[in-house]
Structure formats: C-alpha cells, structure tokens
C-alpha cells in the first residue's frame, strides 16, 4: 500500500522536489522489480537485447507516471502492470515483423502452427464456451453477498476486475493471474489463494449444474 499511495502523492503534488524524493525511494525500487517479474512471468526473456529494453522501459515509465488516474478507479500497480506488458507486446510484434522481412522459417513455422491451433476449435464449441461465460458472469454477481470480510471481499473485486478484463490483459498462465491478484488487492499469495479457494467451491457448484443442464 505504500508504494500505492507514494504513486498518488506523486501525481498529485507539483513539488519537483517531493517527486523526486517519491520516485527515488519508493517507486522506482516497486517499478523496478515490476518490470522483471513481467519479464520472467511472461517470457519476453526470449526478446533480443532484453536487459536493454528492460531498463528502457523502467525509463519510459517514468514518462507516463504523471498519467495515472487514480479516480478512475484502478490500483496504480495494476494499471502500470497491464501499460508495461502491453509495451513489451509491442516490441514482441515489432521483433516479430522484423524476423518476418528476413524471411525466418522459423516465424513461418510459428505462425502455421498458430493458424492450425485457432481453427481447432469449432463454431459451435466458441458458441457454447461464450455462453457459459455469459452465465458465469451472472452467477458470480450472485457471489458478492457471500463474501464480505475485507480479504474475501478484496480478492472477489480483484477476480471481477480481471474477468471483465480479459480481452485487454491477455493472461497466458496461472502464475500471471497470482500476480495481477497480488497486484490489485495488495496481498500475498497466500492470503490469495486461501480467499480463491472458497470461490473455486461456488465455481466447482455452477459447472456441475452447467453441465447437467440445470442451468
């Protein structure tokens, strides 16, 4: 919560000064290690000259710290956490059209093997797996007076926000989702999970009637 509040200090004070002592001591140590657990978690390890691009985007950070709006309603770290994978996505596509001019069979392969993968799945099973969303969605509306104590109410706020989400956040592993988790209710893993696994419960009671077609 601290590194959260120095963020909103920052963006909120026009003491040059202050900005710098905020910046200095406590957000750029948090946008730091940010930075590298994205890195890790969403192997763009792979990128060529990845220690550059690491410290270039710790450094583009900063030019978009004054952005941030904390009235529209998101944690600072959650908002800079999506700017940041979205940036290096970016150079990904980018590395990626260059890979591309050269003629890479190794990006041909890629991109056949993906175009192969997308169309596995069926009209009709896109069809049905958007209806269970849908109805998931409404179901755990449902949800929210079963979990009121601060933690419970944290992480089924945190859930919410990355389930409408989704299309933009693009998480790609379980071990990214812990971390948006932790990110956005400012708890640890454990407390996390501990909270999840009464949801998992609810959500474990939803599929059985979904797939009897109770639902």
Known sequence: QVHEDAIIEYCSTNCLRKKEELYMSLIRPAFSQMV????????????????DLREECKGWLVTILAK?????????????????K???IHKVKK???RLEREVS????????ERDLMDK??????KKVRKELIANLRKEMETWEVDFTKEAEKKVYDAVIVLFDSADEIEIFNKKAIYLYLREITGMNTKQVVTQLNKMRKKYREFRTDWDDGKI
């Open 36 to 51: 590298d657990k994205i890195v890790y978690t969403y192997r763009f390890t792979n990128l060529p000259d990845i220690e």
């Open 68 to 84: 941030f709006d904390p009235s529209k309603g998101s944690k600072a770290f959650s908002y800079f956490s999506v700017v940041t």
């Open 86 to 88: 979205n940036w290096f």
């Open 95 to 97: 590395n990626k059209k």
């Open 105 to 112: 069979f190794e990006a041909v392969d890629y991109d056949l």
């Open 120 to 125: 596995g799945e069926s009209y009709q099973d």
